[in-house]
């Protein structure tokens, strides 16, 4: 391309091009192609060895305000309610806090053993640590020789 | 059960540049934050989960106000089945109109949420002032 050796020399380009790439990352905040937002609260799932791992981010609410189930074996839902104490008397600057109720059901890859279900509110973050159920793992299967 | 969420699922702002400028790379927001005020006081609420109390640097210097809050990485180096949110540190600044007295300004984070008092100066009190016959 003859745009190279330009690169290289002119500070003009080098700012169009960062304008372009800053255009790009608000555009795509816009049309969501960032991180996928599926409902509140937003979750983070990830599985390490045996156990599935969910994390959600839940500032402010109370353990006693938080519902966790896990249903038909591979459903998880979390059910809450955010509430935000408000002074008696006075006026509001700045409202960026939402409460409300939420629900949310997450479909899990694979069946968890609903007894083995540990969850931790930990600074406003929600940890639910889930473990693969017996019928769900992986067996080896020994092939035997005629 | 259906979805069925009547709070707000606005996802964290990333911050491209904070101002002033953190000498630390990675991933900031701005803390989503509601501030009230009362007779005697401002009190601002920042969520920021994940951080801990000795986390939060808080900092009051001629009417502007900055929070920084650092996240210890949680989930570094997993492998996500399912990723709606990123984390990192939390910063935003504040220029505080009302004349507070820095002396009382008190601090407390519960729950990732942190709560800043700042109490107003004497002489920013509203007064009721008598007003006498002749």
Not at chain 2, 77 to 104: M, P, T, V, W
Not at chain 2, 111 to 128: D, F, T, Y
Request: proline letters at 5%; one cysteine or more; charged letters at 25%.
């Amino acid at each position: 391309m003859t745009g190279s050796r330009w690169q290289q020399y002119s500070p003009l380009w080098n700012q169009l091009q960062q304008f372009q790439g800053e255009m790009n990352r608000l555009f795509d905040h816009w049309t969501g192609s960032g991180p996928s937002v599926g409902g509140y609260p937003t979750l983070n799932v990830w599985e390490e060895g045996e156990s599935l791992h969910v994390e959600a981010e839940l500032p402010g609410l109370d353990l006693k305000d938080l519902e966790i189930y896990v249903t038909g074996g591979n459903e998880l839902t979390l059910k809450g309610r955010r509430q935000l104490s408000t002074p008696a008397q006075g006026a509001w600057h700045r409202r960026e806090r939402s409460a409300g109720e939420f629900v949310r059901t997450l479909t899990l890859p694979y069946p968890v053993d609903a007894e083995k279900v540990d969850a931790r509110l930990e600074n406003g973050v929600l940890h639910i640590t889930l473990a693969r159920h017996e019928s769900a793992k992986p067996r080896k299967i020994a092939v035997k020789a005629e | 059960m259906a979805e069925n969420s009547n709070v707000n699922a606005a996802t964290k702002g990333r911050i491209e540049t904070a101002r002033p400028e953190l000498t630390r790379g990675g991933l900031h927001f701005t803390p989503r934050v509601d501030i009230f005020e009362t007779e005697n006081e401002l009190t601002l609420f920042a969520e920021v989960p994940g951080a801990r109390p000795e986390d939060v640097d808080l900092h009051y210097e001629q009417g502007e106000l900055a929070l920084r809050a650092r996240v210890s990485p949680r989930t570094e180096g997993k492998r996500f089945l399912l990723q709606e949110y990123e984390e990192g540190d939390f910063f935003r600044a504040f220029n505080i109109h009302e004349s507070i007295d820095a002396s009382r300004i008190s601090a407390e984070c519960k729950n990732g949420v942190l709560i800043v008092h700042l109490p107003k100066a004497e002489a920013a009190k509203p007064r009721q002032i008598t007003v006498k016959g002749a």
